[in-house]
């Protein structure tokens, strides 16, 4: 099955600076990457994602590359602000074929501080 | 935050006793994924379902059962064969197969007293 793994465990930068999360995952046919933010007690919430036919998405201080052929994507957060606090997941999935029905595979999360 | 919904917020349970959580959503999803989230860990997956009276095992199924006799509700039970099961639980749900986007409830806390 799918294997993602995800570094840093924690990140720590000062509020302006910019931070990057990187994942690489096993299953070259996956084709969706999501990444989740998870505020303390709460439910995680999808930020961005991007899907295999294109290397980069952005919207405003958040960006995702993806290399399929390093089987690799990243999170990029410019400007950081203290609210960016969290832990941060990534995760990949390949459409339905047969049982596979979208499941996401997690990569273990990173928690960011962005200290003020 | 609406959409999709999971009782209780916090769980305490005995040794040795069953218990179930609930996960309903009113999004229309087709599908719906229970996941086991522990401290410094990414969520794994127990069970998922595509449609009503279908259910597959994910990655951590031992000790746990479901049922999807409605598409709203999706419960989880937690049987006295969980060798650990304090944890925080999540419910999901997505459109679907070719919409891979899931949407979480707000989450279980289970302690095992």
């Known amino acids: 099955g799918e294997n993602v793994e995800q570094h840093p465990s924690t990140l720590s930068v000062q509020e302006g600076d910019s931070a990057v999360i990187k994942c690489t995952y096993s299953?070259?046919?996956?084709?969706?990457f999501p990444w989740y933010k998870q505020e303390l007690g709460k439910r995680p919430q999808l930020i961005i994602d991007?899907?295999?036919?294109?290397g980069e998405k952005k919207d405003q201080r958040i960006a995702v590359t993806l290399n399929k052929t390093a089987k690799h994507f990243s999170l990029h957060i410019t400007e950081t602000q203290p609210e960016d606090s969290a832990v941060y997941f990534c995760?990949?999935?390949?459409?339905?074929?047969?049982?596979?029905?979208?499941?996401?595979?997690f990569g273990q999360g990173t928690i960011l501080t962005v200290h003020p | 935050d609406g959409g999709i919904t999971q009782s209780p917020k916090y769980l305490f349970r005995k040794e040795g006793q069953n218990v179930t959580l609930s996960c309903e959503q009113n999004?229309?999803?087709?599908?719906m994924y229970w996941y086991r989230q522990d401290p410094g860990q990414g969520l794994r997956l127990i069970y998922y379902?595509?449609?009503?009276?279908?259910?597959q095992k994910g990655d951590i199924a031992e000790g746990y059962s479901v049922s999807r006799e409605k598409k709203e509700s999706f419960p989880l039970t937690v049987t006295s064969a969980q060798k650990n099961p304090t944890a925080f639980y999540l419910c999901?749900?997505?459109?679907?197969?070719?919409?891979?986007?899931?949407?979480f409830g707000p989450g279980t806390r289970l302690t095992v007293l």
């Open positions: 995760a990949a999935s390949k459409n339905a074929g047969g049982t596979s029905y979208g499941k996401l595979t």
């Open positions: 991007i899907r295999s036919n294109v």
């Open positions: 999901a749900s997505s459109t679907g197969p070719t919409n891979n986007e899931q949407f």
């Open positions: 299953d070259s046919a996956s084709n969706y």
């Open positions: 999004l229309n999803h087709d599908a």
């Open positions: 379902s595509q449609i009503v009276n279908d259910f």
